[in-house]
């Protein structure tokens, strides 16, 4: 039994091998488009991000198939006023896991889409390119107004986002 565990797990390792590989190779070919924002990944930044996404996978009990987000994180922030070439692959990390904390904690009621358009939304807008700020803040309250099943927290690109409406909270 023990030899037919590591079989298994030698094949896994090596479908996962293949996996990343695909997945880096798919990272670099973004490069096409995304250099004339003047962002490109090199093949060690594009390895590095594929593990921070097989780690932020694994933490928040994920599964994904193939290069999955980041790909569209890529195509959407590409063009972020806040992005440059100094800071491109640790917002890519950054941006990632926080997709997936929230794709997590809201039991994925929001498409892989939609929650990369409010992420860049609030990104552009309130948080002025600050992950800390879209996760902390920004997407938290989105996060209660998701998991609470509300749906008139539409973003109205004229609000100026310092405040939300008020949450009852059960005392």
Known sequence: MSALISIFMGAGGELRQLENA???RDLLATNERTAEYGLVLTESQARE???IRNRSLRENERIELGSGAILQIIDKFCTSSYINSQNYAQTLGELLDIFYYFKTESRDRISDKDLI???Y???EGPCHGSTELLAG???ESLLRYVNEGRDDLLHDP???YDTYPEIEEDI
């Open 121 to 123: 939304e609030l990104f």
């Open 137 to 139: 803040r920004d997407l």
């Open 158 to 160: 004229d609000d100026d």
């Open 49 to 51: 991000l594929v593990e």
């Open 22 to 24: 695909a997945i880096t």
């Open 117 to 119: 358009d409010i992420m």
